[in-house]
């Protein structure tokens, strides 16, 4: 299990897995709907996906997306860090 802060350096590598998990902390998705909210091309999103599912911050069930409390964590330490 990664410490707190090698899970945010590696979310934070990529802007557009903060947009990810912005997205699903309000509300759970399927990839397609991501895909528009975000304004990432599906392809990106996929390799995104997984890496957050890698890191345990997301995960998929019956086709959707949704935040972990370990992702929860992450992006309430996100913000705090950005405000």
């Known amino acids: 299990m990664k410490a707190m802060e090698e899970l945010i350096g590696h979310i934070t590598s990529n802007p557009n897995k903060i947009k990810v998990l912005e997205v699903l902390n309000k509300k759970n998705s399927d990839v ?5 909210a975000t304004r990432i091309p599906p392809k990106m999103l996929e390799r995104i996906i997984k890496e957050l599912k890698a890191d ?5 069930k019956n086709g959707q997306l949704r935040i972990t409390e370990k992702g929860f964590k992450a992006i309430t330490s996100l913000r705090g860090v950005r405000m």
């Open 56 to 60: 345990g911050v997301i995960e998929e």
């Open 32 to 36: 397609k709907a991501l895909s528009k």
